[in-house]
């Protein structure tokens, strides 16, 4: 049973109605002591088949509700989840290990996601029209794509599926949607609020599961559109299934190799707190979280490694509801705490040598603290994988050059970040540089609703989210209108009507 008072047992949202999963039985638990957090049953393939039916079923009426009706019920939502926010914030720690205060900024993200979706709508995709003759009017409208899946993510596992769900909603789709097998009871709470917002049933439906709950929704063949966040693995596979149907659009949002260049910098403390919150934040589980440090050779290296070095021991790590406050918590489960280590040990048998050893803390091997790894001699080809944790790879380069070519030898290209003093400098990063957010002394995890989020290479497929969402949730319409008609002032040749 559920750590808040919802009944978890009826784990769908099918046509408005709760009802229990008929398939495989489903627990999430607390990453710091394995409690339960939330159980049942996954959804069976029929169940999917069920929600897609009262999805496909309610989109006519949910596009004849208008755009002022829809918003409508999109700010109720906003105005109970606002009266909500620390119930919310208590289950995304508890089911992710979060900070408690990390995870009152993702509760109040989810608010704060309808006024920007609501402004991007009136922003992005409004009717426009314009006269080309006399009566005559070109108009371009935008209609909603249909029945859509979202395939939510652990890491945010609030924020990240309703940065699709709000404006797929508001632009008129209806959905059927499956929260991450690890952080299943956040996606119940979300939908119960949608319900109490008086949202119409079908509209959005929730089916919990495992990857083949994941699959029998990308082959449904009553889908319209998908929406991912999540791995590039699952990415591609997501892609491949979905390559024989190219009128269903797809949306990846997925993860990065990123890297941070340090140099000519003079405020060595700044440089290296920026460091930290672009690496650590989140335990390392942004996909914006900088993997790879690239530094130049020479004494300013030396004494920013010092500098970091000591500031990185000075991190606190502890549990969601200590008091006070950690600045990381544990990483999603001991599992992933184990394959970590496992990923750092590695690295050294390979010849890297590390600068702050990434632990385990307090027993729990969930709980890891941040770790810097040198990896410039390491033998071999390093891999370029997106290692989800707070491991911080230093790669040392001869010139800035270089530290460009290195940053950007990586199949990814969601988030780049250059802290230097040289305005010249970052002209030629932000030039050269190949990557969907690059920043100039910030850090590389501080995105803002407000601007596309998305990558180049595996980190997307040009279908940014945040501000620039709701583009992939409906199609433009072009329309060619007169209100009377009559023959034109000239025939077409060839044409004689006398």
Not at 135 to 160: D, I, W, Y
Not at 367 to 388: A, H, M
Request: hydrophobic share 40%; proline share 5%; net charge negative.
């Amino acid at each position: 049973m559920s750590l808040l008072d919802f009944n978890a047992r009826e784990s769908c949202f099918i046509n408005g109605v709760w009802v229990e999963g008929q398939g495989e039985p489903l627990t999430s638990t607390c990453p710091v002591d394995e409690t339960i957090v939330w159980e049942a049953h996954a959804a069976a393939e029929g169940q999917v088949d069920d929600a897609f039916g009262a999805a496909r079923a309610a989109f006519g009426h949910w596009w004849d509700v208008g755009v002022e009706g829809r918003l409508a019920i999109a700010e109720r939502f906003a105005t109970i989840v606002d009266s909500k926010k620390e119930e919310l914030a208590t289950l995304i720690a508890s089911e992710t290990g979060k900070p408690l205060w990390e995870s009152r900024t993702e509760a109040a993200a989810v608010v704060g996601k309808v006024g920007v979706s609501i402004d991007s709508l009136h922003t992005r995709r409004s009717t426009t029209s314009f006269e080309i003759s006399d009566g005559v009017s070109a108009v371009t409208r935008f209609k909603p794509h249909g029945v859509c899946g979202v395939l939510g993510p652990f890491n945010f596992p609030a924020h990240l599926p309703n940065g699709h769900i709000v404006p797929a909603l508001i632009a008129g789709n209806t959905i059927v949607f499956k929260p991450s097998e690890v952080t299943p009871a956040v996606g119940h709470w979300m939908v119960k609020q949608w319900e109490q917002a008086g949202l119409p049933p079908g509209v959005l439906n929730l089916v919990p599961g495992k990857r083949d709950v994941g699959i029998a929704i990308s082959k449904h063949d009553q889908l319209d559109g998908l929406f991912f966040t999540g791995s590039s693995v699952a990415g591609v596979a997501l892609s491949k299934t979905l390559a024989p149907t190219p009128q269903k659009i797809l949306a990846l949002e997925m993860g990065g190799n990123n890297p941070l260049i340090v140099h000519q910098v003079g405020d060595m403390a700044a440089a290296a707190y920026t460091t930290i919150l672009s690496a650590y934040l989140t335990a390392g589980q942004r996909c914006t979280c900088a993997r790879r440090l690239i530094l130049v050779n020479g004494a300013e290296t030396e004494t920013f490694l010092a500098t970091l070095t000591e500031m990185i021991g000075k991190v606190t790590v502890g549990f969601y509801q200590d008091d006070p406050q950690p600045f990381m918590g544990t990483v999603i489960s001991k599992e992933m705490g184990r394959r970590l280590l496992e990923a750092q040990a590695a690295m050294i048998d390979k010849g890297a040598r590390s600068l702050v050893a990434m632990a385990t803390h307090r027993g729990c091997d969930a709980l890891v603290s941040p770790g810097l790894i040198d990896v410039t001699d390491q033998r071999g080809e390093r891999t370029d994988e997106e290692l989800f944790g707070p491991l911080l790879n230093v790669i040392r380069v001869d010139s800035f050059n270089d530290a460009i070519n290195e940053a950007n030898n990586t199949q990814y290209g969601l988030s780049a970040g250059l802290l230097s003093d040289s305005a010249e400098f970052y002209q030629e990063f932000i030039h050269r540089i190949r990557a969907g957010i690059v920043n100039w002394n910030r850090q590389t995890t501080g995105a803002s609703g407000k601007l596309p989020f998305g990558g180049c290479g595996l980190s997307g497929n040009h279908r940014p989210s945040a501000y620039y969402a709701i583009d992939y949730c409906n199609f433009p319409v072009a329309s060619m209108e007169s209100p009377s008609l009559c023959l034109p002032d000239k025939l077409m040749t060839g044409i004689d009507l006398s």
